[in-house]
């Protein structure tokens, strides 16, 4: 945690600042017009690193002045997420804020509260026991007076959370908790403001004392001076030395780095100089399942899920190797959203490394709720058409992806991970084709590449074929279909148009349909559209079928149905206006484009346009593991052999 | 475009342009001994090709002599522009081809003034892309359009009567021999060769030969089988691709599938005619380099809108008398060109051979080393360029920036030289 | 200008998109849509009156019924004009829609057409690029219409599959299946001979017994709803159908008298059975023409039995022998043949040899129980084939030889293979064909008992 701690300080991106430097941000003429430019890639931006260089001084200009207690507590005075508990301990007031759907509450408690009560309960007792009872006397009075102060505080406090929301019924249980352990620590507040007083100037009723002992007091002041320095930083060694048992800690001193921690899920101990930063962090997760979208009869079954931890601990399992680097970045300036790049160091390209890291770094924008946005930074080209940037939700795909040269990324927050460079084969390929025999493996690829022409021309020959190209069926058939279209009023191109729009309806109809209606909608769909609107006359059998078809076989390649139900309905367009030529020479403009286009240099359509021998051993004809000795020529540019070399390697 | 890009291409171009319109254009003129005239020409071809090939020696140490001849400029200026335009005709002639199946054959009647627009725009964009992407775009169709010709061939011989071509004692070798010329137009082989082999890497003459002898062997063999069908009726066909099959299809009652088959190869005949156009575009910006290539291409491709859409209509004479202009233009020029690239390749290849030891260029690199040129930077080349450097992995070699360089220097010096004069 | 350029820049593709949608409305083309079509399967030619009289075979759609085309009906349209391609145009919207010809299987052509002035009518289909070229052609014994009539009757499958009807019987020797292009081919060669086979369907006597009913009784249920309209259906054949259906049954009991024979053959029923009254004829009499003229038929068996042993396209074929002891019936299974010209003293003679590559005995009529076939009967009957075989191909050639005809096309194969000695010795047609001798060679690879 401390490592990346410091990855966050050392990183370039705008730093996220308390709310009231943030309001003055946001107002300031200079930032409006920062703000035309967000969401793009940020370039040079002088006036706000000027500007941070003046935050970060008013910052410390505060913290010389005021209690950084202080400061955070009135960061979140509005804001009813953040809990709190706070203590005194030697005189000083310490906080401890956490943000409770996101601590990991049990280690929370066990570890951090639990012992910092402990500790202050002992020092209670201790004081309590050495103590006269003349002084108590006096320490009861003041006691008073401290107990009416605070218990003033606290009501203050209680009241506006009463006030905010009902959650404060919980924070106002832990807040009387709170209290009974204050009225505790003042009777060491007592104790050490008596002790205090006998050495400070003060005290009046120790002021004689303080005459007496001149010298000393001088002395002791410019110790207690030192000392209350002394005693802060003593005091966070004490408590991350004796009192809390969680080991992992990282000491900050800005606010706007502790508020990050407390709202990234860390509970932070805050001093008044300093806080000490416990990283705690464990939200509620979703268990690793297969992903819905990929699948397999055989092979492993995990998914990635929401979390960057779990899901890079999926991928360290896998890759028990000291060349896999882990390159973080926090994006998103109201999200930080952490974002992880893994590559193979002796393996991956270094300019697509590079290229990579900058275009991450340049990501200016205020949230990433997906890594689709990663993705579409990514996307270099203006036509975001065809991805170039492959995506998984399987570890396993996500290090052969990596094992062959390729550099991923997995966000914080989506399933799915992200890597480059990408080659329309990739969405081809199958988890299932590495684990089962290869003859099969050629087999279903065969059967993919059919099912998507199907799905993507099938419609466009139809209607091409109907209004055309009629010669090219055989009698028998052109007379079925002749009696199913006789009567029909519309032209086939509408027909076959208005019965994708309704497929269209139906499937995303069905995406959100409770599942409680889904059965008898379905029933009502098919008899709607099979038999009623035939027996109207508003379409045709075949036109159905035909459809049907297409939409099914949309699904054999889930990666590019998107791609492929726009293209399906410009290919049946074109297919209706200008017949099967139109097709034909649509269908050679697709293919120049793609084998125009690159991924991080890599052509995209490897290995068939341009012909790569080696890599088509895992193209349409699947080889055996045992004869893929090589890795992917574009990708990788160094240590290509996979199979034989240096056993060292790794 | 690799060298396997290149052998590719040279294959379905060469096929692809002699199995449309010419045989059945022959048949009319000589009958049966059509196969004749389709083996003398690619025997002409064959050593054309060599001759290719020892003139794109010759160019590299031309490059060095022309660099600071203004005339050299001026006739190379004008040399390309014959030969862009001729590679706009040759388009012109896979366009027609295109035509005539979609607009008489495939379909029945329709307006083909706007259905070629997509045509052109499909044409335009390939040439917008470049030839890398041409040599993909053909290696990734090359199974499909090869095996689409294989299958027709196979179709088509399954019905015909070999016999069709004897009895061999009617050869007429004079009437062959006459007939060469309207016919050369489809047989310009060594200037695709010249311009394509000059944007391709690592091409060998063995290869280019073994491509051509296949490419040879079904053109013989698919125009046999078009006589062995149809006999005397064969000139009255359309065009030979359409109608081999056709006899074939009688057992078979699932239509007329063939025409899917006919459809895959079209798909190499507009690519083909894509690659002239993006030929034709290249040698024309080098010939005009002020004008961005981009513009060019465009009013390229609507010339040969124009001339396919209100020259090559249907109108059956006009289209005779456009192709015997053409055939005679096209013979012509190739003999010009022809000589006048051989007489300066002889000429570069005596007086340079001094320096064959070393190759060293002005700036004292080996030319082995010094592989890509980007085209359109130097302006000595002789004919546009070197290739667009891809070797067989398709990975892009680092380029040789020192042409740039100096191209910009030269302007810097002309910028400065005119701020003095002020 | 630049502000220009960049918004052209800029907005390519938005520009190109515009353009192209304008110009692509979905009217764009002039073509009728596939259900304004009407499909025509096949075309019976006959001349009435110096004019041409083509009626169309075309196919009735019923809507939405989804009619396999199996079960389709047929419908008659027919127009008359002094060229083919006039009568076609005629023909074209007669059915109230545009008439598709690209589907058209065959060509009838009647007596009228071939016997005044051959087949040069052709010229239209071979020409013609909607009509494929490999259009069966058939021809009539008399009326061609009479005969398109009759394929009304028979099952749709076999009616729009007359050509595939033909392939097979071609290959079991029952008759020939000739495209347009084939005929026109041989008649342009050196031979100048084409065959090609009639069409001859025969009605049944139940049908006879209705009468003018015959044409109309239904060949499977989804047919005889339509009957009724459809026997009116033709524009000009509704004053016909009568008078022809009488003539035509006269004809056909002939024809059918004349099939029936110890070969194996018989007539062959065109449908299943649910009340079809239209028969083929077994082995169609061969119509032979030599320079697009009509030069003569081969009507017997001998001569069409003889004219399928050579033709290499038949597979199958059945001979019978006959002694004063018993009858024995061959079926060849595989046959192939071979043809070759040389010249015996500054004569021409045509070597045909047949192979039999597997035949087997059928049967064997005799008084007394056959249980095995001796070696020395064997041998009897294997040189009893090839004798019969030697004859009937003799009579066949002879037949054709006496009308002038090449029917082996000797001639071709003479300048094909001796091209100098033919134009030495013979360079008229005419004179080699009187001159022409033949010598029939049968070599038994495998017979089986």
């Known amino acids: 945690m401390g490592k990346e701690q410091k990855r966050v300080r050392k990183s370039d991106q705008i730093k996220g600042n308390a709310q009231k430097t943030n309001k003055k941000l946001q107002n300031s003429s200079s930032n409006k017009k920062n703000n035309k430019i967000k969401g793009k890639k940020l370039q040079n931006q002088p006036q706000t690193t000027q500007k941070n260089n003046k935050i970060d001084k008013k910052i410390e200009n505060n913290q010389k002045n005021h209690n950084l207690v202080e400061i955070i507590s009135n960061s979140f005075v509005d804001e009813n997420r953040v809990n709190s508990s706070n203590f005194i301990i030697n005189g000083e007031k310490i906080s401890v804020f956490y ?19 402990k500790f202050v309960k002992n020092s209670i007792e201790n004081v309590e026991n050495s103590m006269k009872p003349e002084e108590k006397q006096s320490e009861n009075v003041e006691k008073d007076m401290n107990v009416n102060e605070q218990q003033s505080d606290n009501e203050k406090n209680n009241t506006k959370n009463d006030k905010k929301s009902p959650e404060n019924s919980e924070n106002n249980t832990e807040n009387d908790e709170n209290l009974a352990k204050i009225t505790k620590n003042n009777k060491i507040n007592v104790e050490n403001y008596t002790k205090n007083a006998e050495n400070s100037t003060y005290s009046d009723e120790n002021s004689d004392k303080n005459i007496e002992n001149g010298d000393n007091i001088v002395e002791k002041t410019a110790e207690n001076v030192k000392n209350n320095d002394d005693i802060v930083e003593n005091l ?14 990282q000491e900050e001193y800005k606010p706007d780095k502790i508020i990050e921690a407390i709202l990234s899920g860390s509970a ?47 991928i360290r399992k896998r890759l028990k190797t000291i060349d896999l680097k882990i390159v973080e970045f926090l994006v998103g300036r109201r999200t930080k959203t952490k974002v992880s790049m893994f590559y193979l160091k002796d393996i991956a390209k270094s300019e697509t490394i590079k290229k990579l890291k900058k275009q991450i770094k340049e990501i200016d924008i205020d949230a990433i709720i997906d890594s689709y946005y990663i993705e579409s930074f990514l996307e270099t080209n203006k036509f975001k058409f065809f991805r170039r940037v492959g995506n998984t939700e399987k570890p396993d795909i996500f290090c052969a992806k990596i094992l062959e040269g390729r550099v991923g990324l997995l966000v914080d927050g989506s399933p799915v991970a992200l890597t480059v460079p990408f080659m329309l084969f990739e969405d081809l390929q199958s988890a299932d084709d590495y684990y089962n025999i290869p003859a099969l493996a050629t087999l279903t690829r065969m059967l993919r590449i059919v099912g998507l022409i199907f799905a993507l021309l099938i419609p466009g020959i139809y209607v091409s074929l109907q209004s055309y190209n009629y010669r090219i069926l055989p009698i028998n058939f052109l007379i079925t279909l002749l009696s199913s279209i006789e009567g029909l ?14 497929f269209e309806i139906i499937m995303e109809a069905s995406l959100r349909m409770p599942n409680s209606l889904g059965m008898a909608l379905s029933i009502i769909g098919a008899l709607a559209l099979g038999n009623t609107a035939v027996d109207a006359g508003i379409i045709s059998p075949p036109s159905i079928v035909v459809v049907a078809v297409s939409s099914v076989a949309l699904y054999i390649i889930p990666d590019q149905i ?30 120049t484009y793609l084998v125009s286009i690159t991924s991080y240099g890599v052509p995209y359509m490897t290995p068939f346009a341009p012909s790569v021998k080696s890599d088509k051993k895992d193209a349409f004809i699947k080889h055996s593991i045992e004869d893929m000795k090589t890795r992917p020529e574009l990708i990788a540019d160094k240590n290509k052999t996979r199979q034989g070399g240096d056993k060292s390697v790794g | 475009m690799s060298a396997r890009q290149f052998y590719l291409t040279v294959l379905i171009f060469s096929i692809s342009m002699r199995v449309q319109k010419m045989p059945t254009i022959m048949a009319s003129y000589l009958g049966k001994d059509s196969y004749l005239l389709v083996i003398v020409y690619y025997l002409v071809s064959f050593v054309l090709i060599c001759l290719a090939f020892f003139v794109l020696k010759c160019m590299k140490l031309y490059k060095e002599a022309s660099k600071n001849s203004n005339l050299s400029k001026f006739f190379k200026g004008l040399l390309l522009f014959f030969v862009s335009l001729y590679f706009i005709f040759l388009s012109t002639l896979l366009y027609e081809s295109i035509q005539d199946l979609f607009a008489h054959v495939l379909f029945d009647n329709i307006s083909w003034n706007l259905f070629s627009i997509l045509l052109v725009v499909a044409l335009f964009y390939m040439g917008l892309s470049g030839l890398k992407s041409i040599g993909r775009l053909m290696e990734m169709y090359f199974f499909v359009i090869i095996m689409s010709y294989f299958v027709i061939a196979i179709f088509g011989g399954m019905q015909t009567d070999f016999s069709a071509i004897l009895p061999l004692e009617t050869i007429n070798f004079a009437k062959i021999f006459n007939e060469y010329i309207p016919f050369n137009i489809w047989f310009g082989d060594f200037m695709l060769i010249l311009f394509l082999g000059n944007r391709s890497e690592g091409i060998k003459l063995k290869w280019t030969l073994l491509v051509y002898f296949i490419s040879m062997a079904f053109t013989v063999l698919v125009t046999i089988e078009f006589f062995g069908i149809y006999d005397v009726y064969a000139a009255i066909q359309s065009s030979l691709i359409s109608v081999i099959t056709e006899m074939s299809m009688l057992g078979i009652d699932v239509g007329r599938v063939d025409w899917f088959l006919i459809l895959f190869s079209e798909m190499g005949t507009i690519v083909c005619s894509g690659l002239c156009l993006c030929l034709a575009k290249e040698c024309l910006s080098e010939s005009l380099p002020k004008i961005k290539p981009n513009y060019i291409l465009f009013v390229i491709s609507v010339l040969l809108y124009l001339i396919d859409t209100q020259i090559l209509v249907d109108t059956n004479a006009k289209e005779i008398v456009f192709l015997e202009i053409l055939s005679y233009y096209a013979f012509y020029l190739k003999i010009i060109i022809f000589a006048s690239i051989l007489f300066i390749s002889i000429v570069s290849w005596f007086k340079y051979r001094k320096r064959q030891g070393s190759e060293l260029d002005l700036f004292g690199q080996s030319l082995q080393e010094k592989r890509e040129v980007p085209a359109f930077s130097d302006s000595a080349t002789m004919l546009a360029g070197s290739s667009h450097n891809e070797g067989s992995s398709g990975e892009p070699h680092k380029t040789n920036n020192l042409t740039l360089q100096k191209k910009s220097n030269s302007k810097k010096k002309k910028a400065k030289d005119k701020a003095v004069a002020k | 200008m630049s502000h220009i350029k960049r918004i052209f820049k800029r907005h390519i593709g938005v520009i190109i998109l515009l353009v192209l949608l304008l110009v692509f409305p979905s009217s764009v083309s002039n073509q009728a849509k596939l259900n304004m079509r009407i499909i025509v399967t096949g075309i019976a030619i006959d001349k009435v009156d110096d004019e041409y009289e083509v009626t169309a075979q075309v196919v009735k759609n019923t809507p939405g019924t989804e009619t396999p085309g199996t079960s389709a009906t047929i419908e008659l349209v027919s127009d008359k004009a002094p060229t083919i391609s006039l009568a076609m145009s005629k023909l074209s919207y007669k059915a109230g829609k545009v008439a598709a010809f690209s589907h058209t299987s065959f060509v009838i052509l009647g007596k009228s057409v071939y016997e005044s002035e051959g087949v040069k009518c052709l010229d239209y289909f071979i020409r013609d690029k909607i009509i494929k070229a490999s259009t069966m052609l058939l021809f009539a014994e008399d009326k061609a219409s009479d005969q398109i009539k009759k394929t009304k009757d028979i099952e749709l499958s076999v009616g729009l599959g007359l050509q595939k009807v033909f392939l097979y019987k071609e290959r079991e020797s029952d008759g020939l299946m000739i495209t347009i292009l084939d005929f026109l081919k041989n008649s342009e060669n050196f031979s100048q001979t084409a065959v090609a086979s009639t069409i001859n369907l025969t009605t049944n006597d139940e049908s006879d017994e209705n009468g003018k009913s015959s044409s109309s009784s239904g060949s499977s249920g989804s047919n005889s709803s339509s009957e009724g309209g459809n026997s009116s259906g033709g524009t000009s ?16 009991s002939k024809s059918g008298g004349s099939s029936s024979g110890s070969s194996g053959g018989g007539s062959s029923t065109a449908s299943s059975g649910q009340g079809a009254s239209e028969y083929f004829e077994a082995q169609s009499p061969i119509m032979c023409f030599v320079g697009g003229k009509f030069a003569c038929k081969l009507e017997s068996e001998e001569e069409f039995v003889g004219f399928m042993l050579v033709y290499k396209e038949s597979k199958n074929c059945d001979i019978s022998l006959e002694n004063e002891e018993s009858k024995v019936s061959i079926n060849i299974k595989n046959k192939s043949s071979s043809l070759d010209v040389r010249y015996e003293n500054g004569i021409p003679c045509l070597d045909v040899v047949i192979y039999i590559k597997n035949a087997e005995i059928n049967e064997i009529l005799t008084d007394k129980i056959v249980n095995d076939v001796t070696y020395s009967e064997y041998a009897r009957i294997e040189k009893a084939i090839k004798a019969k075989i030697g004859e009937l191909v003799s009579t066949c050639f002879e037949k054709a030889k006496s009308a002038g005809a090449d029917i082996f096309h000797a001639y071709d194969i003479a300048n094909k293979f001796e091209f100098n000695k033919t134009k030495k010795l013979y360079s008229s047609y005419e004179d080699f064909v009187k001159d022409l001798r033949i010598n029939v060679d049968t070599k038994i690879i495998k017979l089986e008992y």
């Open chain 1, 99 to 117: 943000v409770e759907s996101l601590i990991d509450k049990q280690l929370l408690s066990s570890g951090l509260l639990a012992p910092l009560e």
């Open chain 1, 562 to 591: 998107s791609q492929t139900r726009l293209l399906r309905l410009l290919f049946t367009a074109i297919g209706g206006i200008i017949g099967l030529y139109g097709i034909v020479t649509s269908f050679i403009i697709l293919s």
């Open chain 3, 237 to 252: 054949l509704s004053e016909d159908s009568g008078e022809s259906s009488g003539e035509n049954s006269g004809e056909s």
């Open chain 1, 236 to 249: 966070a060694e004490i408590i991350k030395k004796q009192i809390v048992s969680v080991s992992s800690v």
């Open chain 1, 489 to 502: 009023s519309i032209p086939p191109l509408i027909e076959i148009l208005i019965v994708l729009f309704l």
């Open chain 1, 268 to 314: 932070v101990i805050v001093l008044k100089t300093k806080a000490l930063i416990y990283p705690l962090y464990n939200p509620e997760k979703r268990a690793i399942q297969e992903p819905p979208t990929s699948r397999v009869v055989k092979g492993p079954r995990e998914g990635f899920v929401e979390d960057i931890d779990i899901n890079t601990a999926l």
